[in-house]
Nanobody, 122 residues
Framework: QVQLIGSGGGLVQAGDSLRLSCAASGFAFSTYVMGWFRQAPGKEREFVSAIGGSGSSTYYADSVKGRFTISRDNAKNTVALQMNSLKPADTAVYYC???????????????WGQGTWVTVSS
C-alpha cells in the first residue's frame, strides 16, 4: 500500500531555511504527482506545492512562490521541499501527498503522510 514518510521539520527563526523530505513506497512513484499541503493551528489544510511525475511540471501556492522549491528523485522515490526565507506565517504541520489525478486548479491528493511540524519564530 502507499506509504509516505515525511521528515525534516523543526523550529527555526524567521528568514531561515528548512528542507522537508518525503520517502515513498508501495506504488509506482514516477507515475504519481507528489506534493505538500500544510495545516496551521485552527486553520484548514492548504495546498503548498506539487510536482509532476517527470519533475518537469511544478506548482506553487502564491504564498510560497519564489521562496519554496519542490523537487523529486524518481530513482530514490523521494520528494523534497526546500523552504527559504521562512516566515512565522509558514508555521504549520506539513503533509506529503501523492496522487494520480492531481488538478492544479483544485489541488488534492489521494494519499497522505503523517505530517511534520515546521515552527518559525519571529
Amino acid at each position: 500500500q502507499v506509504q509516505l514518510i515525511g521528515s525534516g521539520g523543526g523550529l527555526v527563526q524567521a528568514g531561515d531555511s528548512l528542507r522537508l523530505s518525503c520517502a515513498a513506497s508501495g506504488f509506482a512513484f514516477s507515475t504519481y504527482v507528489m506534493g505538500w499541503f500544510r495545516q496551521a493551528p485552527g486553520k484548514e489544510r492548504e495546498f503548498v506545492s506539487a510536482i509532476g511525475g517527470s519533475g518537469s511540471s511544478t506548482y506553487y501556492a502564491d504564498s510560497v512562490k519564489g521562496r519554496f522549491t519542490i523537487s523529486r528523485d524518481n530513482a530514490k522515490n523521494t520528494v523534497a521541499l526546500q523552504m527559504n526565507s521562512l516566515k512565522p506565517a509558514d508555521t504549520a504541520v506539513y503533509y506529503c501527498g501523492a496522487g494520480r489525478n492531481f488538478k492544479p486548479t483544485d489541488p488534492s491528493f489521494g494519499s497522505w503522510g503523517q505530517g511534520t511540524w515546521v515552527t518559525v519564530s519571529s
